[in-house]
């Protein structure tokens, strides 16, 4: 799990100009051995996949000549921002359905990660890839246009796979759901593509404006050119269309 998180941490989505990038749900497997084995194990897990991450990014301290500078990187870029996903599966016990449990976890441990390269970037990065002068704005603005995009991919797995298949057992074993018609099967895949289409178009509307194109500079001051009006139109619809969707199929199922 520690090599397939190492693997999808590598397929990029999207990669921003100064570091940090949307991937393919690359700590879904972090979240996964910690629903499954504990917070404990999750932990020490997730410390692992930490340093991997570090070591794969070696080429971020070449920035940095004090020791200061390179302990807070190090922990607040890698160690700690990775290591509280070990801390996804902490609720398992409160929480008894298994995929609201990861759902939480998965959305908290992103939060926390947030706040760790918001820190990092308001600080250690200030006047290197972010402005010294309003740092800790531009901070939040800069890390969120990727870890908002990386938070709701990760949820949106880890709701599935956590539907799917039951961790408690000591072999994962596939969840029975209701048998659905063929009709009302392809109602719910209408409405999550529907879903998944409507973020696409949203990041394409928003992310376009972000960066230059010739330099890869990124600008935070693009949001003020973003079609704001043309997102909110797409997200509205393409949220409408989803509900209908998923309501015509549930009606149709009796549940």
């Given at each position: 799990m520690i090599a397939l998180s190492a693997v999808l941490s590598i397929v990029k989505l999207f990669e921003m100009p100064h570091g940090g990038s949307i991937t393919l749900a690359s700590m879904l497997p972090m979240v996964i051995i910690a629903q499954r084995h504990g917070a404990k194990v999750g932990v020490g897990a997730a410390l692992v996949s930490s340093l991997i991450q570090m070591l794969?990014?070696?080429?971020?301290?070449?920035?940095?000549?004090?020791?200061?500078?390179?302990?807070?990187?190090?922990l607040l870029d890698y160690v700690v921002a990775f290591a509280v996903f070990g801390l996804a599966g902490s609720l398992r016990?409160?929480?008894?359905?298994?995929?609201?449990?990861?759902?939480?976890?998965?959305?908290?441990?992103?939060?926390?990660?947030?706040?760790?390269?918001?820190?990092?970037?308001?600080?250690?990065?200030?006047?290197?890839?972010?402005?010294?002068?309003?740092?800790?704005?531009?901070?939040?603005?800069?890390?969120?246009?990727?870890?908002?995009?990386?938070?709701?991919?990760?949820?949106?797995?880890?709701?599935?796979?956590?539907?799917?298949?039951?961790?408690?057992?000591?072999?994962?074993?596939?969840?029975?759901?209701?048998?659905?018609?063929?009709?009302?099967?392809?109602?719910y895949i209408g409405a999550g593509l529907v879903a998944l289409g409507g973020l696409i178009a949203d990041t394409v509307l928003v992310f376009s404006k972000l960066q230059n194109y010739n330099s890869g500079e990124f600008m935070i001051m693009g949001l003020a050119d973003v079609n704001w009006l043309a997102v909110l139109i797409v997200t509205c619809a393409c949220a409408l269309v989803s509900l209908v969707l998923a309501l015509?199929?549930?009606?149709?199922?009796g549940n």
């Amino acid at each position: 799990m520690i090599a397939l998180s190492a693997v999808l941490s590598i397929v990029k989505l999207f990669e921003m100009p100064h570091g940090g990038s949307i991937t393919l749900a690359s700590m879904l497997p972090m979240v996964i051995i910690a629903q499954r084995h504990g917070a404990k194990v999750g932990v020490g897990a997730a410390l692992v996949s930490s340093l991997i991450q570090m070591l794969m990014g070696l080429n971020n301290f070449s920035y940095f000549t004090s020791w200061v500078s390179i302990v807070v990187l190090a922990l607040l870029d890698y160690v700690v921002a990775f290591a509280v996903f070990g801390l996804a599966g902490s609720l398992r016990t409160v929480i008894k359905r298994q995929n609201v449990s990861m759902v939480v976890g998965a959305a908290l441990a992103s939060v926390a990660r947030y706040i760790c390269h918001v820190i990092s970037g308001a600080t250690v990065w200030a006047g290197l890839s972010i402005p010294t002068e309003a740092a800790l704005i531009y901070s939040l603005s800069y890390n969120a246009t990727y870890m908002v995009p990386e938070t709701v991919i990760l949820v949106l797995t880890a709701a599935y796979i956590g539907s799917a298949l039951d961790f408690s057992k000591s072999v994962p074993t596939r969840i029975k759901s209701e048998k659905l018609d063929t009709v009302s099967s392809y109602l719910y895949i209408g409405a999550g593509l529907v879903a998944l289409g409507g973020l696409i178009a949203d990041t394409v509307l928003v992310f376009s404006k972000l960066q230059n194109y010739n330099s890869g500079e990124f600008m935070i001051m693009g949001l003020a050119d973003v079609n704001w009006l043309a997102v909110l139109i797409v997200t509205c619809a393409c949220a409408l269309v989803s509900l209908v969707l998923a309501l015509l199929a549930r009606r149709r199922t009796g549940n």
